[in-house]
Each structure stands twice: as structure tokens, then as C-alpha cells.
């Protein structure tokens, strides 16, 4: 009878729960309501290494999280957290007791006496001292700790073990000391900024071996391929070593070059250090290391002691899930005084605890006597975007991801593609067969064109394969003339970049492996024929993903140049035209006119708001750091297939910014805290959820009627009157006053 009125009481408790009526708290003062070991804290820290040309390096800090419950005035309770790392508590297992919120009245008592004592001038010798010390961690003892069974770091990495709490001893008038779950510990891990994402294919009690950290590989992303012609035009000239490259252009590109050397490192922790905006002891609502309090000093700001932050005396909590499941990802805590610590969760357990941050944030959001309070709770925000029905393009969910069957039926007996919009269609809005991309790829990059045979195809594929014999034997010339000290920097900037890109891709792992000799020859080729551009950092990831799937040296090559022929670093239609600058005015107009909140807040913030620096990365680097591989290879393809637009790469950074900067409007966030925020975001956003919004953004603007003529030419692709001006009458264009003293095209007489 019992177990059934504990049923109907927990249903009583959900049932109220869901309708926001919920007045209680599973936790008492003092009581752990969440433990978890493997959490880990990013720290930048300098680098001894040289091979690397490095001076910074993310570091992996393990630790072991708990989360308690302490007696609150205004809320009746709220949550102490408490992360201590596993490098601490492998040198000294019974620091694990640092982390229990019993005894905290022994500890204040002996913290007040030996202020008192220290006030009244009394030296005291360093045994006197260390005695003191062990007074306070007594005060804090959860379990005794087996020494022996933690392990020893090696040079081989090995299975951890666990350390294995005795069974808890009866503590003097508090009942039965907190039980201690078994931790794994896991020794500080160098990492690079790219292996950092969550891997949902590893094991929660697996150590990972993973490569240091080094400037350098990230990939970029096309919106489309070049024509034939076109390449080959620029093929011919740019083959020519005699012709100068244009001042300005190598301006532009050497500004490039130098951004994405800079992107390529950056995390939301390397920018938080640079700015000084690092979650410390010093902040607001955080409880500083009791040895270093004791000593009468605040401790240093790192994670080689005790973290301990009061969440209710946090100005936001911020959950961002990066796996489908809902488990791993990160919290981002930002402090009254615009400081920052972000946690991540490697290894699952983030759905369990933003379920018990939600059930404290309904208390906490109602005052004493249970009445709501008057302003919506922002305190606490749990991400899961989703996006209206109203807001998705009406073919959205109609189309399946191209199959086998279907590829087969688009083409006719001889091979040719006869509806290629249609296909195009279907690869924009479902994607296509992972298996097809060999395939398919080509065609989008426009090194085949949709209409040639295959008869046509396998001619052009030869012809190709001897033009890149030539390209081939002129690098090779070149590496040999009065250039060759130059060529010799740009030779070690693309082997030093290629041995670290896509390392856990089984088709580049090992040593001497031939595919990462295959991929630096392409580059190579690629930076002799194109001298004005030659190596740029970000390229060698760029084309790994190409190489690994297309596996053909020559076809991948031609692949890449139709790539990076409508990259930021391809040739301007305009000789004194800066790429960047037309994205960015493009991009400034659509949020104008698709999220006028946020514009508004950056007009407001003035200075280098309407800049979208946060956005550089973004275009540069082709959301290649913003989502996972498999997620940003759909985006490029819906990208590469050219419908509607040819600059669908701006309606997807207009979604990223209209699902989740409504936060940055709410928080009316600065700009530095506004550039952070979207760094944090990387590798933590829905991939599906931003292209839908994308693709209806698109379609809605295709829709209206009326445009600013800033925006001419955004959705002026080869299939607009096609898909558009059959059946409804032609976009008109207003003037918007921001053409200087050149006349506007579309002013009306």
C-alpha cells in the first residue's frame, strides 16, 4: 500500500511540475543533489612547444562536480557548486573532502577564530598553521580514501581506475556521513580546440589519447562551385608568374590570411582570458579555496584548487546541449561582475542536471508566499530551439535525402542529368546518401556540368588529369627557381598544417599515411597555380573532407578550385572589391529586415557592433568550427546547390543569430560579452534546427514583394526566373539613400 502511495504522489508531483505549480525541492540544506566526475574545465595556458610555433594551448581539466543545496533568505534554498579537479585529487585523494557541504559551521568558526587571531597580531609558526589547515578539511570529511587505489600517471595511457570509498563512518551528531560515488580519474589532457566537441562514440570510462594542440587546421566553405570556363581562365592567368598580383587584392588577402591564423585558435576560453572576463575566486558569488581563505590570501585563478560558486548569486546560467540526446554539452555561468566559467560534459550527465537546475529555478522564480513573480525568470535558460510551422519554407519536410534509386532515376540512358534543378531542389532541403558524395560532389562544384554524358564525363576527366600533370611539373619548376626560399615557408606552412588535419579520420591516421601526402601534393599544386592566393591557414581542412570522400588526387584538385572559386579569397568581380565587405553589408541589411531586435541592439551599442566580427569566423572559416564534420557537410551541400540563391552561407548565419541571439537582446549584452556568447556557441547549436530556419528565411524574403536595393543580386541566382517570375510579377527595389554620390539603379525618375 505503501509503494502505491509513493507512486501516486511522485505522479501528483510531475502532474504539478508540468503545470508550473510546484512549490517543493527534493533537497535539504547541506544535502548533494548532484555528483559527476569528468567534468571538464578549457584553460589556456602557455606552451613550451616548439615544433608548433605555438605560445598557447587548451588544456583539459578534468574534475569532479557536485552540486548541494544551502539555506537561502529570499528563495528558501539555493545551489552550491563545487568543481574540483582530478590532477588535485590524484596527488592528494583526500582533497575530495573540499567538496562536501557538511561541516561548513566548523569551518566558519575556524576561519572567524584565526581571523581574530591574526587581528590581534599573534604569529603563528608554520606547524601551528598547517595544523589549522587540517582542522578545516577535518570539518569537511565525507569518506575515507583509499590511496592505493589511484593511479599513477604513465607515458602509456591506461584504463583509470576507481577510487572506492569505504562505507561512510558516522560523523559526531550529524547522522551518517554524504556517500562518495567512484571517480574516475582522468590526468590533465592537452587537446586541440577541434578535439574538444563532444564525442558521442566515446566510452564514459575510456581515457582518450589525443594530439596537443597546434595553430593551425580548420576547413572553409563554398555557397558554390565556378564554371568551367571561368576556372580555366583563371587557371591560365594565374599560371603566370610574370604578371604582378594586384596591390589592394593582396591587402585584402593578407588581412585574410592573418584572421584565419587567429580564428583557427580561438575558443570562447581564449577569449575570455584575453579579455579578462575568466570566472575567479575574486568575482561575485563565488567561494574561494578554503586553504587559500585560511592563509589569509585569495588563491590563484586557475583550476589547480577548489572551484565554488553560489548559482544564485549568478547573474545567468546557460545550458547548451551538443548531441542529440540531449546528454553532453556545456554550461556557460556568467557572474554580476560580467565574469565567465564555462563547464563541459564530455561524458553524458547534462541532462540530468539542467532537469534539477529547472525544478530549483520554479522555486526560486516565486517568492516566499509561493506568488509568481511579476518578470519572467531569464536566470536560468535550458537550449532547445525549435522553430513554428509558420516559420519554415512549405516544402520543408516534403523531400527525402537523395538515394540510390533516386540519383539513378534523375539521370537518363546516357548518363546525363536532365532536370538538375530538381535534384538541386532535393539536395537543398533533405541532403543526399553519404555513399552518393563521390559521386555527386563534382557536379556541384561544377567540375562536370549536369547535362554531359558519361561518355562526355570520362573525355573531361582525362583531359583534366593531363592539365593537372602540367599544374604538377610547373610547381615542381617553380620550387626550383630564384623563389625558392619563399615557396620553402609556404612548403612547411602546408605540411605542418596537414599532419594534423582530420586525424581521427581512419583515411588519415597512422604515420607515413599516403593520403596526408595526396592532400599536401593538392595543395601544393594548388598554391603554385594560384599564387596570389597560395596557402592560406584553414585550407588543408578544407579539402581533407573532399579527398576522403572523392579519393581521386586530380578530380579532388579541380574539386577544391571550384570550391574556392566563390570563397572570400576567389577573384572580385571588382578590382578594388573586398569580398568580406560585401558579405557583411548583405548581412547587415538582412537583419534589418529578418531580426530588427538585433540590429537594433547593435546599433545601439555603437562602436564596431555593425562590424559582425563574431560573424568573420563564421564566413571565413564556412561554419566548419561552428558545427560538428557530418552536420557542416550538410550545410555546405545545401549551399553548393545554388537554389534560390548563391549566398545561402548569410541566411544561415541570419538563423544562428535569430534562434539564439534573442539572449544577447534580453541581457542587452555588450559587445565583448555579445562576441563571447557566439564563440561559446561552436560545436553546441542544432544543425537541423538552423537550416530550416534558414531555408524559411530564404523563402520568405524570395516572397516579399518589395526589397531594399541594397539587396539586389542576393536571390538573383541562374534558376530565379525559372522558379520565380512565371507566376508572380517581378521584385520591386526601394532605394535606401546609401549609395554616396553614385547614382542608385533603382531610384525612380
Known sequence: MSALGGFIKKAQDALSNLRGGSNFFDGKNGDVVYSKNNVCVHEVVKSEDSATGKDESIIHSPGYLTVHCQQDEDSGVTLILQWLPNSTLHKNPASIRSVSPRGQSDRSETLTNLNRQKQNGERKSEREEANNERAIVVGLTIAEVDVSDVDTPTD?????????????????????????????????????????????????????TVEKVEKGSTSSLSTSGADDSDREEIEESSCDDSEDPDEYQSIVLDRYRKECGSLLSSTPEKYASDAGMVLNENSQGVVGSVMAIARGRAP?????????????????????????????????????????????????????????????????????????????????????????????DPEDGLYDAVSHPLWKAY????????????????????????????????FLLRVYPWESTMEEREAKKNDLFLEYQ?????????????????????????????????????????????????????????????????????MSDLVA?????????????????????????????????????????????????????????????????????????????CFKREFP?????????????????????????????AVYGKDIITQKLPHDEMLLYFASLANHM????????????????????????????????????????????????????????????????
Open 156 to 208: 602509456t595511457p591506461q584504463r583509470p581506475k576507481s577510487i572506492r570509498p569505504h562505507p561512510p563512518k558516522p560523523s559526531n551528531g550529524n547522522g551518517e556521513a554524504l556517500f562518495v560515488p567512484s571517480i574516475n580519474v582522468i590526468p590533465n589532457t592537452p587537446v586541440s580546440a577541434r578535439n574538444s566537441i563532444d564525442d558521442e562514440d566515446e566510452d564514459d570510462d575510456v581515457v582518450v
Open 300 to 392: 590563484p585563478a586557475t583550476s589547480g584548487s577548489l572551484f565554488s560558486v553560489n548559482l544564485g548569486k549568478m547573474r545567468s546560467m546557460r545550458v547548451f546541449f551538443s548531441d542529440p540526446e540531449h546528454t553532453c554539452g556545456q554550461i556557460v555561468l556568467a557572474s554580476m561582475d560580467s565574469r565567465y566559467k564555462i563547464l563541459h560534459f564530455h561524458h553524458g550527465g547534462l541532462d540530468k542536471l539542467s532537469h534539477l537546475f529547472e525544478q530549483w529555478s520554479a522555486i526560486k522564480a516565486r517568492s516566499v508566499n509561493g506568488s509568481p513573480s511579476p518578470q519572467p525568470d531569464r536566470h536560468l535558460i535550458v537550449w532547445q530551439p525549435s522553430v513554428s510551422k509558420g516559420e519554415l
Open 411 to 442: 539521370k537518363n540512358g546516357e548518363g546525363a542529368v536532365d532536370d538538375s534543378l530538381t535534384l538541386r531542389k532535393a539536395i537543398y532541403f533533405a541532403s543526399m546518401d553519404a555513399s552518393l558524395r563521390r559521386e555527386i560532389w563534382p
Open 470 to 538: 602540367t599544374v604538377k611539373r610547373r610547381r615542381i619548376k617553380k620550387s626550383n627557381t630564384t623563389m625558392k626560399a619563399e615557396w620553402h615557408d609556404i612548403e612547411n606552412a602546408i605540411t605542418k598544417d596537414v599532419v594534423r588535419t582530420d586525424r581521427r579520420n581512419p583515411f588519415y591516421e597512422g604515420e607515413d599515411n599516403q593520403n596526408v601526402i595526396t592532400m599536401k601534393n593538392i595543395l601544393l599544386n594548388y598554391a603554385a597555380a594560384h599564387p596570389r592566393i597560395n596557402y592560406i591557414q584553414g
Open 545 to 621: 573532407p573532399l579527398l576522403s570522400i572523392i579519393r581521386d588526387e586530380s578530380e579532388t584538385y579541380w574539386s577544391f578550385c571550384g570550391l574556392m572559386q566563390t570563397t572570400l579569397f576567389a577573384s572580385p568581380s571588382s578590382i578594388h572589391e573586398n569580398l568580406m565587405e560585401v558579405n557583411l553589408e548583405y548581412l547587415r541589411e538582412l537583419l534589418k529586415l529578418l531580426v530588427p531586435d538585433f540590429f537594433s541592439h547593435l546599433v545601439s551599442l555603437k562602436g564596431d557592433a555593425l562590424q559582425l566580427i563574431f560573424v568573420h569566423r563564421w564566413i571565413l572559416l
Open 629 to 657: 564534420e557530418h552536420d557542416a557537410l550538410h550545410i555546405w551541400e545545401a549551399c553548393w546547390s545554388r537554389y534560390r540563391t548563391s549566398h545561402f552561407h548569410l541566411f544561415i548565419c541570419v538563423a544562428i543569430i
Open 686 to 749: 542544432d544543425a537541423k534546427i538552423v537550416l530550416k530556419k534558414a531555408r524559411g528565411l530564404l523563402y520568405s524574403v524570395c516572397r516579399m514583394e518589395r526589397l531594399p536595393c541594397t539587396l539586389a543580386g542576393l536571390v538573383d541566382s541562374d534558376d530565379a526566373s525559372e522558379q520565380w517570375h512565371s507566376h508572380r510579377e517581378m521584385v520591386q527595389y526601394e532605394c535606401t539613400q546609401m549609395h554616396g554620390d553614385e547614382p542608385c539603379p533603382f531610384e525612380t525618375k
